[in-house]
């Protein structure tokens, strides 16, 4: 039973964090929508970063231009996915880096889902200048470090063990 409970808390925190994370990413383009849409780039660091109004309608870089369907069942796929992992993975202090990766892997899908749903195109409002970076948002900065940081982990942190324990839990 006290298992139970802990493994809820676990689930607990888990759906508080995406909540936080799609709620501060809708802020954010929120604000760009707000104060950037029809304006001139604000200028932070001069030719260097800058933020930018932008509506994407696809993928990064561009990627998938007005390709809804597709965007909603991929959302669909990563959630369940994402979801199928976290009843695997154990719920201890080792396995926590994986956890935190799937809630800011949800946080970002949703971010954008919300935005296709409500807007039918992303906002996109950060910009790299100097490297002329493609716009983005904080949605997708939670996707690109999650991306990264569970290619290291899976590298250099986590042994083949360590996910057989995960792929054959039953929980």
């Known amino acids: 039973m006290e298992k139970q409970r802990g493994r809820g808390l676990h689930y607990l925190f888990a759906v508080i964090g995406v909540v936080l994370g799609t709620a501060l990413d809708q802020v954010a383009k929120y604000f760009a929508l707000t104060t950037l849409k029809g304006q001139e780039p604000y200028i932070i660091i001069p030719g260097v970063f800058q933020l930018e109004y ?5 993928a990064a870089f561009g990627l998938f231009q007005n390709q809804r369907a597709f965007f909603y069942i991929s959302v669909v796929v990563i959630c369940a996915a994402v979801l199928w992992f976290y009843v695997r993975v154990p719920m201890n202090r080792h396995y926590l880096p994986l956890r935190i990766c799937a809630v800011f892997i949800v946080s970002g899908a949703l971010g954008n889902f919300i935005d296709r749903v409500r807007l039918n195109y992303v906002v996109d409002f950060f910009y790299f200048k100097l490297i002329d970076f493609p716009i983005f ?7 690109t470090l999650t991306t990264v940081c569970l290619f290291l982990l899976l590298c250099f942190y986590y042994k ?3 996910l057989e324990r995960i792929l054959h839990s039953g929980k």
């Open 54 to 58: 932008l509506e994407n309608r696809g």
């Open 137 to 143: 948002n904080v949605a997708d900065i939670y996707v």
């Open 160 to 162: 083949e063990e360590d």
